[in-house]
């Protein structure tokens, strides 16, 4: 059952076998993305290093850039598919931070360690 019944951009089609009922939200981007940002979550959890977590940010954002741009060349999906793709990934992206957040112990010494100055009990 299609949730949207519309045809497929009018483009030259590179994939003829495509069947007429995928077209919204696209799939494809969808996996794409939820795969990456929860990996650079992830990345943020288990590292502190800037380059890690920047270079896990790129990737994500070039990696599904590159597969939404293809699944637009190859004329399988309009541009609000894509879109329709990247608010879907929102809720999956909210269950990968909030899953892997840490313990609230190890939040509060986190926190003393990346701000050692904000110990108030030192404080006359």
């Known amino acids: 059952m299609a949730l949207v019944a519309r045809t497929r951009p009018d483009v030259p089609h590179l994939a003829g076998d495509l ?10 981007v969808t996996a794409t993305l939820a795969l990456t940002t ?15 977590r920047l270079i896990s940010v790129v990737l994500a954002v070039a990696i599904t ?3 939404a741009l293809e699944r637009l060349y190859a004329g399988a ?7 329709a793709a990247l608010l879907l990934t929102g ?9 892997t957040r840490p ?5 509060a010494r986190e926190q003393a360690t990346m701000n ?6 030192s404080h006359k």
């Open 19 to 28: 069947p007429p009922t995928t077209s919204f939200p696209s799939g494809h």
């Open 77 to 83: 999906h309009y541009p609000s598919d894509v879109l």
């Open 65 to 67: 850039a590159a597969v």
């Open 38 to 52: 929860c990996t650079a979550i992830i990345v943020f959890r288990a590292t502190g290093n800037a380059w890690w």
């Open 103 to 107: 313990a609230p112990e190890d939040r």
């Open 91 to 99: 809720a999956w992206t909210a269950a990968c931070w909030w899953a």
């Open 116 to 121: 050692p100055m904000s110990d108030t009990s």
